[in-house]
């Protein structure tokens, strides 16, 4: 379009040549405008013509540190020159701590990790993990979900961005979701209807998998009672509850896990964006005590070279060591309970607000056509569709005005990194107010 082509002629040399030379995640490639940056601070970041930008979403909703955590830079630094790579076999005191750390963060009695390098990688080891261990092939998940991109996780999940890769692999069924918003199904309903899908299954069902707070596609906090029930459920078919925590955990929603919002112990657990703070590419799969037995003896025949690399595996532990010291998850939920406050003030004067929910620091603003009705902007599909949504239009003037905000599907999604003050809160707020004009 004329309006890319404008933004095209503004690019600088670095921005040009990346254009030119690699491929853009998730888009058509006409679309691409990759923007250069040169620097972060704490919950800001700057490009190279000198705009400092708040990140109110986090990136990719993974940097809950913010963009200058010096503890987990030199934790990484100092791993690099020590030695950079040792296979998988081998092992340092960061891993091994790591590995300690996260059976005593996570809920229960969660005990034994996988370690891997990405969230969608976490979600595949936890397949494998459910199929070995039960038996059996088959994993449940929802419609409103993203697992990642792999053929597994991309199988599994339930979002527009699994079109394109379709067929999902054999033995993959969708469910409905808790959306009291956008369903017709009430959220408790919705959970009878798994009930009966199971049962219609047959007992062949591995795992049930399900984001407890979902992300991406639309922040959608469930009833308290759903998540405890939903394990029950899973249990009496024979199935396993896997919790996919990759966006949801540290800190995310105000609770060191999503799980633990609804005080849940899942049989797996997957992990990555926050697991580092961002600073490293890490996944982790963690599991309770009768499921790591049960590799005791039987082969777990899966593995990556890079599992666990030493580098990444330093920026966790020095992550995980930061949230405990710097007392990061109270000041989440904190900030969190402000935030919700905050937010529910500035829809008010928004007729194009339909619903602003979340728990934590995970908020999510969904846009109404209709005021006083629930009429999206566009449609689910408009995802993987060429051009601007209203929603990017939000998100584009929040840019323009200093502000990096995520969106997907007629959903703002709020997700600033966990180390976020109340003026900084305030600054972002007052930035997305202005930005609602657009869809008003
Ligand atoms: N699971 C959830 C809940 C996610 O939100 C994501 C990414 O957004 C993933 C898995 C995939 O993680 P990654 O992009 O690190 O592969």
């Known amino acids: 379009t004329e309006d890319q082509e404008t933004v095209d002629a503004g690019l600088n040399d670095v921005e040009r040549t990346d254009k030119e030379y690699v491929f853009g995640t998730w888009a058509y490639q ?50 690099a020159r020590t030695g950079a790579y040792f296979a998988p076999s081998l092992t340092t005191e960061n891993r091994a701590e790591l590995g300690r750390l996260l059976a005593e963060v996570t809920p229960g009695d969660l005990s034994k990790t996988f370690f891997s390098t990405s969230g969608t990688e976490a979600v595949e080891a936890a397949i494998k993990i459910a199929r070995l261990y039960t038996g059996k092939h088959k994993i449940m998940s929802r419609y409103r979900s993203y697992h990642g991109a792999t053929y597994g996780s991309i199988s599994v999940t339930g979002d527009p961005r699994r079109l394109m890769a379709e067929p999902a692999l054999p033995g993959t069924i969708k469910a409905p979701d808790p959306y009291a918003y956008g369903s017709t199904l009430e959220p408790m309903e919705s959970l009878e209807y798994i009930d009966e899908m199971l049962m219609l299954e047959g007992d062949t069902v591995a795992a049930v998998l399900v984001e407890p707070v979902v992300g991406s596609n639309g922040i959608l906090v469930p009833p308290t009672e759903y998540l405890p029930r939903l394990k029950e459920i899973a249990h009496d078919h024979g199935a396993l509850l896997i919790c996919d925590e990759v966006m949801a955990g540290f800190g995310r929603c105000g609770e060191w896990f999503g799980s633990d919002v609804f005080d849940v112990t899942p049989d797996i657990m997957t992990m990555a964006k926050g697991l580092t703070g961002a600073y490293a590419p890490l996944g982790a799969t963690t599991v309770t005590p009768e499921i790591a037995a049960h590799f005791e003896d039987n082969m777990f025949c899966h593995g990556h070279t890079y599992a666990g690399h030493p580098v990444a595996v330093a920026a966790g532990r020095a992550a995980v060591e930061t949230y405990i010291d710097d007392d990061l998850i109270p000041h989440a939920r904190e900030m969190g309970e402000y935030l919700g406050d905050e937010l529910e003030k500035v829809a008010a004067d928004h007729p194009s607000v339909g619903e602003v929910r979340g728990v934590g620091l995970f908020r999510g603003v969904e846009l109404t056509k209709k005021e006083g009705e629930r009429v999206p902007f566009g449609e689910r599909k408009d995802k993987i569709s060429k051009g601007k949504t209203v929603v990017d239009e939000v998100s584009g003037h929040a840019w323009k005005n200093g502000m990096h905000l995520a969106n997907m599907i007629n959903t703002l999604i709020i997700a600033p990194p966990v180390v976020i003050s109340e003026d900084e809160v305030d600054e972002a707020v007052a930035i997305l107010d202005e930005a609602l004009r657009v869809s008003d």
Not at 43 to 68: E, K
């Open 30 to 79: 006409s679309e691409v405008s990759p923007t250069e940056i040169v620097g972060g601070d704490g919950v800001y970041f700057t490009d190279a013509r000198g705009n400092r930008r708040l990140d109110f979403s986090a990136q990719l909703m993974c940097s809950n540190l913010g963009h200058s955590a010096d503890r987990v830079a030199d934790a990484m630094a100092e791993q």
